[in-house]
T-cell receptor, first 113, second 114 residues
Framework: DGGITQSPKYLFRKEGQNVTLSCEQNLNHDAMYWYRQDPGQGLRLIYYSQIVNDFQKGDIAEGYSVSREKKESFPLTVTSAQKNPTAFYLC????????????FGPGTRLTVL | DQQVKQNSPSLSVQEGRISILNCDYTNSMFDYFLWYKKYPAEGPTFLISISSIKDKNEDGRFTVFLNKSAKHLSLHIVPSQPGDSAVYFCAASVGSFGNEKLTFGTGTRLTIIP
C-alpha cells in the first residue's frame, strides 16, 4: 500500500528540548511539505522540498529545520527556538514539481510541557 | 493577511439536503483551487479541484463552482450524508511557474444531521 507515514501519532516533550518528527513516503513523489495546524486556523506551510538535497522555507519556518537526504524521507526538527511548538503537524507530498494535488499523512500531535 | 477565507466556521445541514461551502480569495494570481476534507486527528484528504480555466467541475456528489470575477468558489455536496461530517478546507495555488505552494483557508466544520 502506497502512502505517507508519520510517526509517532502523539509526542510529548519538555520545553527547551529539540524534537524530530518523522515523515516517510513510498509514493515515489518528488515534492514533500510540512504544515502546522492550530485550532481554528488553516494549515500553514513550514518548509517544502521539491527535490532531494534541496528545500525552501515556507511561511512560518522560524524555529524549525528540515533535511531531504533521501527522496522518501523529509524529517522536521522542532527546535527550542520555536516559541509555540504545541500543534498538529502534517506532512504531505506531491508527485512532482508542477503538480497541485498534495497527499497528506495522518499527522503528529506534538505537545510541549 | 488571509489570502483564502472561509467565513463560515461551521454549517449544519439535514441529511439528504444540499450542503454549500463557500470560499473567497484575494490573490488574483491563484489559478488552481482544491477542496480537502479532514476528520479529527487525521490528515486532510483531497476531494475535488478546479483550474481557473473552468467554472465548474463535478465528481459524483461533489461539485465545485468558480466565479473568477467575484474571486469566489463553492463546494456543493448533494445529497449530504452523515459521513460528510468533517472539516472542509479550500486551498489555492499559483502554479504557472512551478511554485505550487498551497494556501489554505481556515476551514468550515460541516455537520450532517440525521
Amino acid at each position: 500500500d502506497g502512502g505517507i507515514t508519520q510517526s509517532p501519532k502523539y509526542l510529548f516533550r519538555k520545553e527547551g528540548q529539540n524534537v524530530t518528527l518523522s515523515c516517510e513516503q513510498n509514493l515515489n513523489h518528488d515534492a514533500m511539505y510540512w504544515y502546522r495546524q492550530d485550532p481554528g486556523q488553516g494549515l500553514r506551510l513550514i518548509y517544502y522540498s521539491q527535490i532531494v538535497n534541496d528545500f525552501q522555507k515556507g511561511d512560518i519556518a522560524e524555529g524549525y529545520s528540515v533535511s531531504r537526504e533521501k527522496k522518501e524521507s523529509f524529517p522536521l526538527t522542532v527546535t527550542s527556538a520555536q516559541k509555540n511548538p504545541t500543534a498538529f503537524y502534517l506532512c504531505a507530498s506531491s508527485i512532482r514539481k508542477g503538480a497541485h494535488e498534495q497527499f497528506f499523512g495522518p499527522g503528529t500531535r506534538l505537545t510541549v510541557l | 493577511d488571509q489570502q483564502v477565507k472561509q467565513n463560515s466556521p461551521s454549517l449544519s445541514v439535514q441529511e439528504g439536503r444540499i450542503s454549500i461551502l463557500n470560499c473567497d480569495y484575494t490573490n488574483s494570481m491563484f489559478d488552481y483551487f482544491l477542496w480537502y476534507k479532514k476528520y479529527p486527528a487525521e490528515g486532510p484528504t483531497f476531494l475535488i479541484s478546479i483550474s481557473s480555466i473552468k467554472d465548474k467541475n463535478e465528481d459524483g456528489r461533489f461539485t465545485v463552482f468558480l466565479n473568477k470575477s467575484a474571486k469566489h468558489l463553492s463546494l456543493h455536496i448533494v445529497p449530504s450524508q452523515p459521513g460528510d461530517s468533517a472539516v472542509y478546507f479550500c486551498a489555492a495555488s499559483v502554479g504557472s511557474f512551478g511554485n505550487e505552494k498551497l494556501t489554505f483557508g481556515t476551514g468550515t466544520r460541516l455537520t450532517i444531521i440525521p
